[in-house]
């Protein structure tokens, strides 16, 4: 009954309103059932989908150019979207929402939240229910941080992935092949202590390798180095931690060394979190952890801005990716329009639109080949790093919790408070105890 | 040698002339007043004797001492205000030894000084109390002994009673009264009031528009007021003044017609007047008598309006050729309202004035 | 004493009738102030009793999440983080406040422009305020370690570095508040009679008696005031921390608040999150209280 949702809509706007909003939003309603019931003898549109969206800031054109397609496409669905401007501020709301009822039939969030929401068997088995996707043709990696218990919870627009940014004139300036970038991390780490420039009294001007300036950045370049020294985050059923190894200890320690030893970066400048602009868009870091996010601002600044596969200890490259997903609530009465939205989604022709509106990695394999995705050279980069990243994904609803406490554990190492060791040791009993809960 | 002598002393706030280019001098261990209506400077001259205003132009000296440059604290005097301004979070004990603190006087010596003091205004048991806990009059003295610790050469008073009940009032005066002659230091005091100019002042000095209408002692400022702004200013019920035209200058007397009255010839100064100009008559209240004297007398017929009848006198406000006259008599005579009556003002006792203002030809 | 019952028992039924339109006056401010405030905070407690995440079902775990508090070492941490940040804000803020309000009581010229600047902080948004904020403290162009590097010293990591975030957290809270302080400050100097500094001087006494002997203790009672209500926003400091710190580095600058927030919506654990919450609120009514108490006392 859309005409319906339109007047009721108005209603409630006008009870916060004064009057002559209220007088307006009278004359809106009116008009809009008019106007609705006029369009309803030309479509039947017959099916409801109320979907929140996180598609703010960068990818907010592309997440628009979708919904009027998906309009044009589907007009027997009456879309009504919400946008919110952080994933924390739809968390927030979903929480609450979920446990009232309220809640969306859709929603697009950053991947861990859905695994949060998961766990109290609030999200529909998506592998089942998108019957008309090909989930071979998704890319896995992307795919896996939705999978939790055997049900994919949540499935993939696009994601971002990691690559080694690099600042060209200052490799190039240090003598180093900006094309074919480090092999190794003995590669690595000649590059940092290359790239890094002192003055005489010490003072930081370039760090040669920026390493995290929060928690998930911490989080992100341990996993990383992790990986590069051929571990992973957690056992191969993902029932028990698997950091605290010899890999981990690997990870820390060449963070530790670069850090202390090789001085490629200065606590506050390029390690630690804060700091309002990134240090590579103003010339203070020649390397860092770089995302399909990093390429725009730095270009912006005037950087002669590339990306680079992430080298692993012995040779080889790794990446992470990180994916923004949709998720279907069990108790929406509208399932089928929310399939019809994501399926509309995964299309290939909107999979090559949003991946080029949004600089992004589209989960579908074919959109990532796509000639004109491929013609772009940044996405093309990072589609090329994204498959370094792992099969598999440390997919758990206590995820958020790990990275805080990863990102503590590789902090009180670098500021000397406890051993690696000793630091690795508490996080993985912490771990397991969030994971006993 | 004058405890406190002022020269010229000015105060001008913008444009505004608070005090005008008073030089005045005060005896040591006199007991000075103050006195004016409310505007006229008298407040404004003590806060340039204690310093907590700098004057415009002019010296302040006490004891022979320039102490025009000196700031409030650094002078020898000490002030009780019309609020007694005590320091509300201090017991009487810490108000009264404020200021020995800030001398940095030992805890003995201080102690000593402070019993002395509250025993002087009769607080000797209220010493722990804090102010709000007082009677308007106990504050008082308490004000009173934070200025005696400081043993000032000069006690500046501000309107220090203006805040107590009438009964109150009269008491406190007569204390203050007994305290100067204990003491024997300088006192200048501030007032509105010219009952308590006349009963307390050794001196009183008159106040209007910044200046210095006259400076004397109760009874001659009371007998031979200098113009009429303290003929009508000293003296309650004030004097009666009547407009008159000068007809005549004959060598000591001057003839007037006053209208209403008729020819009165007054004996007076006459370089004061000319013949065909403005003088006034001035006939104080008690002067007016209703049985006729011996000597030369002026004769009036005038209607009691009112008549209030105080035991100890009379006070009656009568028609007299379309003004109003204020008599004052002793006892309660029978006076009946709206009926004309006849009294008698000595010539001797009448005050003349010229088209100025200035007394000429000083009665008694 | 009949005469006394008798008037009583007239003065009752008037009194009656006066409050009774006067609980008619306060209803509607009741009832929003039952709805929005009190219901809320009576579900609190009732969910600090529950592992209640929104998502799983709830169970009644009794007192477990107190338990749970008193050996959490991450809690202690915010515990003292939120101490820190109370006692570094609450001191500096009265003294600047208080120091401005004498400067600017006077008759220094230029005093009203002055008046509005220090206040205009306590005007602006805290989220841009934040924002400003991180650009003065960012570490390669921000105007302070700008100005250190000039004078040849070193840049400091201020919101990077554990030993020093919440010190810079706490001097841009004292700047937004210490207006707040002034202005409160203000109105008590102007309730100051000026006879009895005008009898401080004649007294003998220096600016630096009259400041400590009279204008200090004269504001005793404004002081404990705005201490009480500085303790209580200082202790439930959030806004800030989320926007320039998120709590780190290393936990350096989380607090209660903060902690409350992320583990309510970051870990969906709100039955521990409002166990938080309420020992928050018994603390701040506890300091309420003793404030109010401290006040009366020196009302008498």
């Avoid at chain 1, 796509?370 to 589609?383: G, H, Y």
Wanted: some cysteine.
């Amino acid at each position: 009954m859309p005409p319906a949702a339109c007047s009721k809509g108005s209603n409630e706007m006008t009870f916060k309103s004064n009057r002559r909003q209220f007088l307006f939003g009278a004359a809106a309603s009116s008009l809009a059932i008019a106007a609705a019931s006029g369009i309803g003898q030309a479509f039947a549109q017959d099916q409801q989908l109320v979907f929140w969206s996180q598609l703010a800031g960068s990818k907010k054109a592309a997440g628009e150019a979708l919904e009027a397609a998906f309009k044009t496409a589907h007009p027997e669905i009456a879309l009504n979207s919400s946008l919110f401007a952080e994933p924390s501020q739809l968390n927030e709301k979903i929480l609450t929402a979920i446990n009232g009822n309220t809640a969306p039939d859709l929603f697009i969030q950053h991947w861990d939240y859905t695994l949060t929401y998961s766990t109290g068997d609030k999200l529909a088995d998506l592998k089942a229910g998108l019957a008309n996707v090909d989930f071979a043709g998704l890319d896995a990696s992307l795919l896996a941080y939705g999978n939790i218990g055997g049900q994919q919870v949540s499935v993939p627009l696009y994601g971002t992935s990691r690559g080694l940014g690099i600042n060209r004139k200052y490799v190039t300036e240090a003598g180093l092949d900006a094309d074919k970038g480090p092999q190794d991390w003995a590669e690595l780490r000649e590059w940092a202590k290359a790239l890094t420039k002192r003055q005489d009294n010490g003072l930081l001007e370039v760090a040669g390798l920026s390493m995290f300036h929060n928690d998930l950045e911490t989080w992100e370049i341990f996993t990383l180095l992790l990986q590069g020294a051929g571990g992973t985050l957690f056992n191969d059923d993902l029932t028990a931690p698997a950091f605290g190894g010899a890999e981990g200890l690997a990870a820390i320690n060449f963070m530790f060394e670069l850090l202390h030893t090789d001085k490629v970066t200065d606590l506050g400048f390029g390690l630690g979190p804060g700091g309002s602009a990134s240090p590579i868009n103003q010339g203070r870091a020649a390397m860092i952890i770089a995302g399909n996010y990093s390429t725009n601002n730095a270009l912006k600044a005037g950087i002669e801005f590339d990306v680079l596969p992430i080298p692993m200890e012995k040779g080889g490259f790794t990446s992470l990716v990180d994916p923004f997903s949709f998720a279907v609530t069990k108790a929406s009465p509208n399932q089928a329009a929310a399939v019809s939205f994501i399926e509309f989604a995964l299309s290939q022709e909107q999979q090559v639109a949003f991946a080029l509106a949004s600089k992004n990695v589209p989960v579908l394999k074919a959109a990532q080949q796509d000639p004109t995705v491929q013609a772009d050279p940044f996405l093309a980069k990072f589609i090329k790093t994204a498959s370094f990243a792992p099969p598999k994904a440390a997919a758990i609803p206590a995820f958020s919790r790990m990275v805080t406490i990863i990102a503590r554990a590789v902090q009180e190492t670098l500021f000397k408070r406890v051993t690696a060791e000793e630091a690795l040791k508490a996080a993985e009993a912490e771990v397991i105890a969030v994971l006993a809960r | 040698m004058a405890e406190l002598q002022l020269q010229n002393v000015s105060k001008t706030y913008g444009t505004f002339e608070a005090v005008k280019d008073v030089s005045l001098a005060i005896e040591d261990g006199e007991f000075a007043v103050f006195v004016g209506p409310s505007g006229c400077g008298k407040s404004t001259l003590l806060r340039l004797i204690a310093g907590l205003d700098p004057v415009s132009a002019g010296t302040v000296a006490i004891g022979d001492k320039d102490m025009t440059a000196r700031q409030a604290g650094e002078r020898p005097v000490a002030m009780v205000f019309q609020s007694y301004a005590l320091y509300p979070h201090m017991s009487v004990f810490e108000n009264i030894a404020f200021p020995l603190q800030m001398e940095r006087r030992s805890k003995a010596d201080i102690r000593e000084q402070v019993a002395k003091a509250a025993a002087t205004v009769q607080l000797t048991t209220r010493l722990q109390d804090k102010p709000n806990k007082l009677s308007g009059g106990q504050r008082q003295r308490v004000a009173i002994a934070r200025a005696i610790v400081r043993k000032p050469e000069i006690f500046l008073m501000d309107e220090p009673l203006s805040n107590l009940d009438a009964a109150l009032r009269m008491e406190m005066r007569s204390e203050l009264t007994q305290l100067h002659k204990r003491l024997g230091s300088t006192m200048v005091y501030v007032t509105h009031d010219q009952l308590e100019a006349m009963t307390m002042a050794d001196r009183i000095v008159v106040l209007n528009a910044g200046k210095v209408e006259q400076v004397g002692k109760p009874m001659d400022l009371y007998h031979r007021p200098a113009n009429l702004f303290v003929a009508g200013f000293i003296g309650s019920p004030p004097m009666n003044f009547l407009a008159a035209k000068v007809t005549g200058l004959e060598g000591g007397t001057v003839l007037l017609e006053v209208p209403g009255v008729g020819q009165v010839a007054l004996p007076g100064d006459a370089s004061g007047f000319t013949v065909g100009g403005d003088a006034t008559i001035g006939i104080r209240p008690e002067a007016i008598a209703t049985a006729a004297p011996t000597e030369p007398a002026l004769s009036l017929s005038i209607t009691p309006r009112t008549v209030e009848r105080l035991g100890l006198h009379t006070i009656v406000y009568g028609e007299q050729g379309g003004r109003t006259l204020t008599a004052l008599f002793n006892g309660d005579p029978v006076i009946a309202a709206d009926a004309p009556l006849g009294v008698y003002v000595p010539l001797q006792q009448i005050h003349l004035f010229d088209a100025a203002g200035q007394a000429r030809g000083h009665r008694d | 004493m009949a005469l006394q019952s008798s008037t009583a028992l007239a003065r009752r039924p008037q009194s009656f009738t006066q409050n009774w339109s006067a609980y008619a006056f306060l209803t509607p401010a009741l009832i929003i102030l039952f709805l929005s405030l009190l219901l809320p905070a009576a579900a609190t407690v009732v969910m600090s009793l529950t592992d209640i995440s929104f998502l799983r079902p709830t169970n009644f775990v009794w007192f477990d999440n107190y338990i749970k508090l008193v050996s959490d070492s991450r809690f202690r941490q915010a515990v003292g983080n939120t101490a820190y940040y109370t006692v570094g804000v609450t001191l500096p803020t009265m003294a600047l406040g208080l120091l401005a309000a004498v400067a600017l009581n006077g008759k220094l010229r230029g005093r009203i422009v002055f008046r509005t600047i220090f206040y205009l902080p306590v005007l602006t948004s805290l989220i841009a305020a934040a924002v400003v904020w991180m650009y003065v403290y960012e570490p390669y162009s921000g105007p302070i370690n700008g100005t250190l590097t000039q004078l040849g010293l070193p840049p400091q990591p201020w919101l990077q570095s554990p030993n020093l975030a919440m010190t810079s957290l706490i001097v841009m809270a004292i700047w937004r508040d210490f207006g707040t302080a002034m202005i409160i400050y203000l109105a008590g100097l102007q309730d100051i009679p000026k006879d009895i500094y005008e009898a401080a001087r004649l007294d003998g006494a220096k600016t630096k008696d009259i400041f400590f002997r009279i204008t200090v203790p004269m504001l005793s009672n404004v002081t404990f005031y705005l201490m009480i209500i500085l303790i209580v926003q200082t202790f439930q400091v959030f806004g800030a921390i989320y926007v320039m710190t998120n709590g780190g580095p290393l936990g350096s600058t989380e607090t209660i608040v903060f902690q409350m927030y992320q583990t309510a919506f970051g870990y969906t654990e709100f039955g521990y999150a409002a166990a938080m919450s309420t020992v928050l609120f018994l603390a701040i009514l506890l300091f309420s209280i003793i404030g109010t108490k401290i006040m009366r006392r020196g009302e008498s």
